[in-house]
């Protein structure tokens, strides 16, 4: 189901040629719950970009993939132990958040997380943004903190042990495959 490419490229004004991105970190679910949920949106249909292991070469996010994040209808971001170790992935839930406020559908998965830890930064989550701290411009770091915050305000999913059916998100996307 892809649509059109607008030129313009930002938020507000995008045509959507994806049906959803999937926002993850890679060294905690690329292989396994990440590479499922892949297969299975793309056999209901849905014209799904994930990143490959040749995309993230450097510490910038790059052009190509925040204009991935803008083309696509759903953003679907896996939370995952490592995932606010990455800037990248910070970098993109900041993108998504934005383009959330443009009404792109946003769905957050906690992976073996926790919730209330990432809306509250603690364990692994606020180790790595302390670290973060000491690297990075402070208001950029904040910004992260935020968008992790709102992103918990979400309805989002939970996985712990077990099957999560895709069916269970095609409710809260609000297309028919």
């Known amino acids: 189901m892809a649509l059109q490419i ?15 991105f999937l926002s993850f970190r890679g060294e905690d679910t690329r292989y396994n719950f990440t590479s499922h ?18 995309l993230q070469k450097g510490e910038e996010i790059s052009t ?33 958040l934005e383009c ?5 559908i946003v769905l957050p998965v906690f992976y073996k997380v926790n919730p209330s830890e990432v809306r509250k930064q603690e364990g692994k989550f606020g180790i790595a943004l302390t670290k973060h701290e000491e690297k990075h411009n402070k ?7 935020a968008a992790l915050t709102k992103a918990t305000d979400l309805v989002g999913f939970s996985y712990k042990d077990g099957y999560v059916s895709i069916t269970t998100f095609l409710p809260f996307c609000n297309i028919k495959h």
């Open 6 to 20: 607008n030129e313009g490229g930002s938020c507000s004004t995008a045509r959507f040629i994806y049906d959803v």
């Open 37 to 54: 949920l892949y297969k299975a949106l793309c056999d209901k249909g849905f014209n799904t970009f994930i990143d490959d292991d040749n």
């Open 64 to 96: 190509g993939l925040l204009k991935a994040i803008e083309l696509s209808m759903i953003s679907i971001v896996v939370f995952s132990e490592n995932f606010a170790s990455s800037t990248w992935c910070l970098n993109e839930l900041v993108k998504i």
């Open 100 to 104: 959330k406020n443009f009404g792109q």
């Open 139 to 145: 208001d950029k770091v904040q910004s992260w903190r």
